[in-house]
């Protein structure tokens, strides 16, 4: 079920619980864009009572700051924490230096707001969506 299709594409399966999202190229986009982007995932998340999501960031280029970038991060982590949200699962791009930087930013801010969400990183969607979806299985 597509719930928003523009600067990123929401698609939420019911079956599953699962809403899927590719992330946005942020050098195209202001930050001001990304973060509206990310507000309208978290909406969809509370309006939905939504448990598991799946951020494809493996197309995704980002072009800013870290400074920028851990401040963005930091409030969707927060924001995601007023919800039911159980699992992330986050498809990686193939450039190391941007997932090393990905896997500090997410670390740091598991270990500041010890977020109760289990988030994992992985190579591909298919492997992602198996891991959220081993409990339904279950």
Do not use: H
């Amino acid at each position: 079920m597509l719930i928003y299709s523009g600067i990123i594409t929401l698609d939420y399966n019911p079956a599953t619980d699962v809403l899927a999202t590719s992330m946005p190229d942020i050098r195209e986009f202001s930050l001001s864009q990304v973060a509206y982007c990310l507000d309208l995932i978290v909406e969809s998340i509370k309006g939905y009572d939504i448990k598991y999501l799946l951020l494809d960031s493996s197309k995704s280029v980002v072009e800013v700051e870290d400074e920028a970038y851990k401040a963005t991060t930091l409030k969707f982590s927060q924001a995601l924490m007023s919800t039911r949200l159980k699992k992330i699962a986050r498809v990686g791009t193939e450039d190391t230096k941007r997932e090393e930087k990905s896997a500090k930013v997410a670390k740091e801010l598991k270990q500041e707001l010890n977020l109760p969400i289990d988030f994992r990183n992985y190579a591909d969607r298919v492997e992602a969506m198996d891991w959220l979806l081993e409990t339904i299985r279950a």
